[in-house]
């Protein structure tokens, strides 16, 4: 869980050193010390939007005006409460709005679950469709003629990466360079669908949560969701092949990275 730290309230209680009533009253801002001094106060005033937004998305409730008081109170080194009075309200609202996002977690969770549950049933439903043991979906768009992959191989591919309502979350072609990667070091869901394609293959894959990420939140795409996938065998090579030449490129593939079920 998180906790707030003195350190939290460096940023601000550390600028009283510099307020004692001090303001411009035109609003001059011509000079450049002026201009960066106000810029300081933009950035700690977006960074505090920003906390706020996130605490409403939530549900909690903000007294604005107080937030302001707060800031403008500590600046002066005014502050209505101790630092150790505002460790614990700060650790207090921590402690709420983490059972507030884990509930909100669990919601969507369960919504993707039951919104999943019946696309993998609908999509599984086409003759293009063909579903392995593990519930892996997959539709062949393009055969090659090449090689195709062990599980300790290295293999390059194009991708794009959906969610069920079309949301694209990564697309490879869009940064006109394909991934290069272990394949044992990708989600399950790609360690059994790539071995499946010849070089020269574009295959679509629906993945289930469970081969992807379960019930992880990574980046953009939200717990418990099924992935789809376009993906395009560029090459394949064994372990050790070109080695320095390997790596990934974009956060999407990162994302990938990771092997093995997901928790």
Known sequence: MKKFTKSSLAVITGLSLFVSGYSIADDDTSSDVQQQSYSIGASLGKYVSSQIYSQKQLGAEVDVDLVVKGVIDALKGEQKYSDEEILTFLNQRAEQLNAAREAEDARIALKNMTEGSAYLASNKKSDKVTVTESGLQYEVITMGEGRKANPEDVVTVHYKGLLIDGTEFDNSYERDEPNRFALMSVIEGWQEGIPLMPEGSTFKFTIPSELAYGKKQVGIIPP??????????????????????????????????????AH
């Open 224 to 261: 418990s969701s099924i992935l789809v996938f376009e993906v395009e065998l560029v090459k394949v090579e064994e372990p050790g092949e070109n080695s320095h030449g390997m790596g990934l490129s974009g956060m999407g593939m990162g994302g990938m990275m990771g092997g093995g079920k």
